[in-house]
């Protein structure tokens, strides 16, 4: 996958903003990454755009800048000159998506239609943008697109929010989504970064959607881990599971039959996607064992362990 958009990948929702006045764009962006959203889309519906694009290149580096609405060749010119590292259009315009493909940068053009998605496919993209996404039938037009176009892949942006956008992330052909609910324009206009961080970081809680899945038990032996699962299932009437080198009590406590990753036993935390996770974990310093990971039959990472324990026991991260 592009560098570029395993990025965008990774960080799972891609704020959609238009800046009206340069001076906004570097505060906003910081306000962004605190938020735990180190990426935009600026548009280039407003005159502010290429300099908010050229500034945020700039003055903060570990942001991810694109430009958006891009109509024309000059304008793709004009974004990427200014530092743009990817190029969004709201349609599908042969000539501009096949100009920006053969400068080398990554376009996603805007289609909503089985014909718009084939031109791009024949143009050698298997990621597009989807918009406006609610209004043209929303996850479900995906989920029923996925089955003849089994290796293409969106970006869906319109009618997007923090209550809809799991029903998008949650299906695996959804790369991220594009945010405009992220930086209202009564927001920047007003200054408000400390309300602008919030939302991204209410979103990206809501993207992850971190639970407790069970509490593992480190056992002397066998014999310790079955009595110890059996007198949980007792108490609290949960069903007994025996399994290979462990015994569950429910889906709550795993004793393990011979001592594994940590002092006391281990923690396994739930997420909606663990590769995700694993990046906006390590945002915040968070690193893993990567001799630990487990993946699926498509290289998705199904389990790993954080390299620090808390308070003597071990932490992995299941996917959900």
């Known amino acids: ?25 570097v505060p906003l962006a ?14 280039f519906r407003t005159a502010a755009g290429e300099e908010a694009i050229r500034r945020i ?36 315009n042969p000539e501009v998506t096949r100009y920006v493909i053969e400068k080398g940068a990554l376009m996603m053009p805007g289609t909503a239609t ?23 039938g ?15 892949r969106w970006m869906p942006t319109g009618g997007v929010n923090t209550k809809n956008m799991m029903d998008y992330l949650g299906f695996d052909k ?15 206009n007003g200054q408000k970064w400390d309300e602008i961080t919030a939302i991204c970081k209410d979103a990206v809680k809501t993207m992850l959607g971190f639970e407790l899945r069970h509490v593992g038990i480190n056992c002397a032996d066998e014999a310790e881990a079955e009595r110890t699962a059996q007198m949980f299932s007792t108490v609290f009437g949960w069903e007994y599971k025996p399994g290979n080198s462990s015994v569950f009590s429910g889906t709550a406590v795993e004793c393990m039959k011979t001592p594994y990753l940590g002092e006391r ?12 996770a694993m990046y906006h974990l390590g945002l915040h310093g968070i690193t893993f064992d990567e001799s ?26 299941v996917q959900k």
């Open 174 to 188: 959804i790369v991220a989504c594009g945010g405009t609910w992220v930086g209202k324009k009564d927001l920047i």
């Open 114 to 136: 089985p014909g718009e998605m084939e031109q791009a496919m024949s143009m050698g993209l298997d990621v597009v943008k989807f918009f406006p996404a609610e209004q043209n």
């Open 265 to 276: 036993g281990h923690i396994a935390v739930g997420t909606n996607n663990v590769d995700r």
């Open 57 to 92: 290149a700039k003055e903060v580096p570990e942001m991810l800048v694109g430009a958006g609405t891009v109509l024309t060749k000059e304008q793709a010119d004009r974004a990427l000159a200014a530092g743009a590292q990817f190029i969004v259009s709201p349609g599908f």
């Open 1 to 25: 996958m592009n560098d570029v958009l395993q990025q965008i990948s990774n960080i799972g929702i891609i704020p959609v903003i238009a800046i009206e006045d340069a001076e906004q764009a």
């Open 138 to 152: 929303g996850v479900a037009k995906l989920k029923a697109l996925a089955g003849p176009y089994t290796n293409l």
């Open 292 to 317: 630990t990971r487990k993946t699926d039959a498509k290289g998705k990472t199904k389990a790993i362990y954080l390299k620090d324990s808390f308070c003597g026991f071990a932490v992995h991260l």
């Open 30 to 43: 910081r306000a962004l990454v605190a938020g735990g959203l180190p990426a935009a889309e600026v548009t």
